[in-house]
């Protein structure tokens, strides 16, 4: 059995595990939390920073309480590699793991945002993973985050116009939906984009990178110390973080 924590960074309780309870089974387990204190959606470099140490002491208590992987629910990433710095077990982004699946399906891929304002955000994390060159645009669809579930229809429709242009115009060959919240949304966007003569991969990122950690928890693959290696004993005043306990 393979325990995944659904990290979830927002205040706000975006539920992930229920809906994705169709993976769990006899070797696979789904567990989330959610912050106490943070933003109520991630929408901004300042909201990352706010929901940073809550994050981190999640991902800790997550693995103390014996999770085998973690998962950050959010495409911006957030306090990913303090995460991975701070616990042994592997930690996934569902921004990264997008991303690196998309360029592995296609030449070019391009990445579908809530607001414009985040923009400059993915293009910027494109080319910190490594993965400028393979990314065609960033489109955005102007529906803040916590309005994305009561204006599903209308979400919908901007998705798929906002890929059709990316297909046509940008060379995009992979749609990446950058948002954890636009769920169940992408086989649809694929059934109304083939009826247009542009069938192409649709990724929504949580469920496949639940399976992705679940696949590296088994193989018994995490991160490299060396590369981000457990923080230095301090004194880290004002911040009520769970004693780290590294798992081998």
Same mark, same amino acid.
């Given at each position: 059995?393979?325990?995944?924590?659904?990290?979830?960074?927002?205040?706000?309780?975006?539920?992930?595990?229920?809906? #994705? @309870?169709?993976?769990?089974?006899?070797?696979?387990?789904?567990?989330?939390?959610?912050?106490?204190?943070?933003?109520?959606?991630?929408?901004?470099?300042?909201?990352?920073?706010?929901?940073?140490?809550?994050?981190?002491?999640?991902?800790?208590?997550?693995?103390?309480?014996?999770?085998?992987?973690?998962?950050?629910?959010?495409?911006?990433?957030?306090?990913?590699?303090?995460?991975?710095?701070?616990?042994?077990?592997?930690? #996934?982004?569902?921004?990264?793991?997008?991303?690196?699946?998309?360029?592995?399906?296609?030449?070019?891929?391009?990445?579908?945002?809530?607001?414009?304002?985040?923009? @400059?955000?993915?293009?910027?994390?494109?080319?910190?993973?490594?993965?400028?060159?393979?990314?065609?645009?960033?489109?955005?669809?102007?529906?803040?985050?916590? &309005?994305?579930?009561?204006?599903?229809?209308?979400?919908?429709?901007?998705?798929?116009?906002?890929?059709?242009?990316?297909?046509?115009?940008?060379?995009?060959?992979?749609?990446? #939906?950058?948002?954890?919240?636009?769920?169940?949304?992408?086989?649809?966007?694929?059934?109304?984009?083939?009826?247009?003569?542009?069938?192409?991969?649709?990724?929504? @990122?949580?469920?496949?990178?639940?399976?992705?950690?679940? &696949?590296?928890?088994?193989?018994?693959?995490?991160?490299?110390?060396? &590369?981000?290696?457990?923080?230095? &004993?301090?004194?880290?005043?004002?911040?009520?973080?769970?004693?780290?306990?590294?798992?081998?």
């Amino acid at each position: 059995m393979v325990t995944v924590h659904l990290v979830v960074p927002t205040t706000t309780k975006f539920e992930f595990a229920a809906p #994705l @309870s169709y993976l769990e089974g006899p070797d696979l387990k789904l567990m989330e939390s959610h912050l106490e204190r943070g933003p109520a959606s991630i929408e901004c470099e300042y909201d990352e920073l706010v929901a940073g140490p809550e994050t981190v002491a999640a991902a800790i208590r997550a693995q103390n309480d014996g999770a085998d992987a973690i998962v950050v629910v959010c495409m911006g990433d957030p306090a990913l590699h303090a995460v991975r710095e701070a616990v042994s077990v592997p930690v #996934l982004g569902i921004g990264e793991t997008a991303m690196h699946y998309a360029a592995m399906l296609g030449h070019k891929f391009s990445i579908l945002c809530t607001l414009d304002r985040r923009r @400059s955000y993915y293009v910027d994390k494109a080319r910190q993973y490594g993965l400028d060159s393979k990314l065609a645009s960033v489109r955005t669809v102007n529906t803040p985050v916590l &309005a994305i579930e009561d204006d599903h229809a209308s979400t919908l429709d901007r998705l798929v116009e906002a890929a059709a242009v990316a297909i046509i115009q940008d060379g995009a060959d992979v749609i990446v #939906l950058g948002c954890g919240c636009f769920k169940d949304m992408d086989r649809m966007m694929e059934e109304r984009l083939a009826a247009r003569g542009l069938a192409v991969p649709v990724i929504d @990122s949580p469920p496949l990178t639940v399976l992705t950690a679940a &696949a590296l928890a088994r193989t018994r693959l995490s991160h490299s110390k060396r &590369a981000y290696p457990i923080p230095p &004993a301090k004194e880290r005043p004002g911040y009520d973080v769970p004693s780290l306990k590294e798992r081998r």
